[in-house]
């Protein structure tokens, strides 16, 4: 069974549309998160969500809004999207949000033409 | 601002020789160090963690050595096969308020070779 699954696993897409990626996690946690990779691989959080609750948000553009539906869930919608915004990202779960290993799904690969 | 700070940027190694990564930090308020492991086309998996508190901590060919007074740890893997050709992520964690974040280094990409 996949813990934290995500769709869809590619998404392209043209400048100025509006997408979302959903996430779901079948671990029971508490915590999720979305993360961002860009080309050079470099991982930064983005987002974090604790049991429906923003937590984290890491001076996102507003363009970028997460909605959590319900604990297992955390989506990820992208408003007037740019090209700045074609990366891989990944949403990831955690036991509790003070701790606990971090899970994450396999990605989602953003490009925005 | 790069908080953990992680080199080499990629990594050759023979079959069976010792893959070594090392990552550096400032901030004294981190209190885990785990370590990720990335191959292609997939999402970062735990591979091994460590505490400040322990200098050095070893779960089957993968080692993590830790100095504290010089804010450094890094990543040893003995007999390096193949199969380990991945992306390896240093990582650190913080805890304020209640919830954790963790800060990743910038990435190694290992091959080993036959």
């Known amino acids: 069974d996949t813990a934290v699954s995500q769709t869809p696993k590619y998404l392209v897409t043209q400048m100025g549309n509006d997408k979302s990626i959903k996430c779901e996690q079948n671990l029971g946690h508490d915590t999720m998160y979305w993360y961002k990779q860009d080309s050079k691989k470099f991982l930064k959080i983005m987002f974090s969500y604790n049991n429906k609750e923003l937590i984290i948000n890491e001076t996102v553009p507003n363009r970028f809004s997460p909605k959590s539906p319900d604990k297992a869930h955390l989506n990820l919608h992208i408003n007037s999207l740019e090209l700045g915004d074609s990366a891989v990202y990944f949403c990831a779960s955690s036991p509790k949000t003070s701790g606990g290993e971090q899970f994450f799904g396999p990605g989602t690969r953003l490009t925005v033409l | 601002q790069q908080q953990v700070k992680q080199s080499p940027q990629s990594l050759i190694v023979q079959k069976g020789g010792i893959s070594i990564i090392n990552c550096a930090y400032e901030n004294t308020a981190f209190d885990y160090f785990p370590w990720y492991q990335q191959f292609p086309g997939k999402g970062p998996a735990l591979l091994i963690a460590?505490?400040?508190?322990?200098s050095e901590k070893k779960e089957g060919r993968f080692t993590i050595s830790f100095n504290k007074s010089a804010k450094q740890f890094s990543l040893h893997i003995m007999d390096s096969q193949p199969g380990d050709s991945a992306t390896y992520f240093c990582a650190a964690r913080t805890r304020s308020g209640g919830y954790q974040k963790v800060t990743f280094g910038t990435g190694t990409k290992l091959q080993v070779i036959p």
């Open positions: 460590i505490r400040p508190d322990v």
